[in-house]
């Protein structure tokens, strides 16, 4: 069951848009609620924002595979957390 700052999470998250279109220069874009696993249960994984094309397309993270994904990009996936984080926590990085 998701929680309310979950839920207030994941809607900053959704308002933000596809961090990798804002990565690649093409501006904002809807996006999915990604959850980056890490071996443990899904509900636990910090999340990301992505359009449906990066999140499970042919040439998104679940279409390519993560390492694929990475390499074609030239980004991690951590890397799109942190900039995530950053823009919607700016106080957190200073």
């Known amino acids: 069951m998701t929680t309310k700052a979950e839920k207030e ?3 900053k ?3 933000l848009g596809c961090i990798l279109c804002k990565f690649l220069g093409y ?3 809807p996006c999915e609620i990604h959850h980056i696993r890490r071996g443990g249960k899904r509900s636990n994984a910090p999340v ?3 359009c449906p094309e990066h999140h499970r397309g042919n040439s998104g993270v679940h279409g390519l595979g993560r390492k694929a994904f990475e390499r074609i990009y030239n ?3 951590d890397a799109l ?3 995530t984080n950053e823009i ?3 106080t957190l990085s200073d």
């Open 9 to 11: 999470h994941y809607g």
């Open 27 to 29: 501006g904002e874009t």
């Open 13 to 15: 998250i959704a308002r």
């Open 48 to 50: 990301i924002g992505l």
């Open 81 to 83: 957390l942190e900039t």
């Open 88 to 90: 919607i926590n700016p």
């Open 75 to 77: 980004i991690t996936e």
